[in-house]
């Protein structure tokens, strides 16, 4: 729930990067409650916002190997 109400503030995802590990909380709550298909749409935002971070940021990489997880 508290993940959701940062990812609802626009301004807080698109200018802090609390909003964007907002999403990655929110996109690994769905995974372990099982929503496959919300934490992928969740990923997706958090990739899309973080697209020009230094690929070898270690909560990047974890990111992305759980998402590799859910296909």
């Not at 503030?9 to 200018?15: A, D, E, F, K, M």
């Not at 909560?59 to 997880?69: D, G, H, I, N, Q």
Request: some cysteine; glycine content about 10%; proline content about 1%.
């Amino acid at each position: 729930m508290e993940f959701q109400k940062l990812s609802d503030s626009r301004g807080i995802v698109g200018n802090c990067w609390s909003g964007a590990l907002g999403l990655l909380g929110q996109a690994r709550a769905q995974a372990m409650s099982g929503s496959a298909n919300g934490a992928r749409s969740s990923y997706q935002r958090f990739f899309e916002l973080w697209k020009t971070a230094d690929s070898d940021i270690p909560v990047l990489r974890a990111a992305r190997a759980e998402f590799a997880k859910l296909k």
